[in-house]
């Protein structure tokens, strides 16, 4: 018995909830018709003034009859008394068969709705077509008009209604069918299990999305943290470039320096020691006075010149240098002291 009552208590449709408070662009649409309301009113008022200041002496005394009086505040509130309530929001504009909706509507004074546009354009083809003026549908003459926003709020109220009784039914079915999952109620109901089934595979999609868009968010973190990397690694080789070039160049500039004294000091070897092979080759030796072996075929032909002119193998002249143990550098052959030597490959 309890549990028969536990299940028509969870099968129990949710009640339907009042509409809450409209959001703050519903309210400021309302009020900005509203406004519009009350400057259409002041116009009526103006109207009526001015259509008495436009009667003539004729006219006012009688002897000609005057034109149709303006409607007042109190008439036309009754005309849109009267529209409202054969008010439908589904019926369309009579001219286009466009539902009124958001649209600027008119009102005439035959309490007949139009879109503004509509009917200015059928008053635009009665003056080209030459006829008088005429509502289109009764075809009262000489008619007066309005703006009409009435029926656009009432349209807007009941579209905002049937959101938020979607929103709240919503709402409330899914903490209906949270109570059964918590509660581990199995529906025996067809329709209702399915519906059950569904909230459950919803959740679990939702679940599912929810992960899949936390891993997608933190992709792109950290997507765009490589990208803020590469682009401080840019900025920092943009200021790095110009000190390695400025460097590069400095020492390109100091090795041609170099080289430019290298050679210098090259011109001023050569042009010291040329005279001395000169002379040297003027004797024509071809050995070497230490050990009588041939210059040409001993340790790839490298000879010692000295600035005595004699010459020497390199391996013998440096066998004699370190025997010296007076440390008296002097020539083996003319016994020059001090003296320079040069290293000739191939002589």
Known sequence: MQSSQSSRSFERQPRRLQPIKQVDAVTKMLEDQNQ?????????????????????????????????????????????????????????????????????????????????????????????????????????EDYDQKTYAEGMKRYLIRCIVSMQALARGFLQRNRFYQGMKDKGYNPTNGAMRRRFIGYKLGRIGKRYMSMMTKEREEILGTIQRVDKSIKDTDKLLDSFMPNMARIWQERRERQKQEQALNEHKEDVFDKFWKPIRDKAATRQEKECPICYNSYKYHQNGEVYLLDCSHMFHKCCLESFERFDLGNNLCCPMCRHPSYQKKLIKGF
């Open 36 to 140: 519009k309301d009350q400057a259409d009113y002041q116009n009526i008022e103006k109207k009526r003034m001015q259509y008495i200041k436009n009667l003539t002496l004729a006219q006012r005394l009688g002897l000609v009859e005057k034109p149709s009086l303006p409607l007042s505040q109190t008439e036309w509130k009754d005309i849109e008394q009267q529209s409202l309530k054969r008010f439908n929001d589904k019926e369309p504009c009579p001219i286009c068969y466009d539902d009124l909706r958001f649209q600027e509507q008119t009102i005439l004074s035959c309490t007949h709705v139009f879109h503004k546009k509509c009917l200015d354009s059928f008053e635009r083809f009665q003056r080209l077509k030459g006829h008088d003026k005429a509502c289109p549908i009764c075809r009262k």
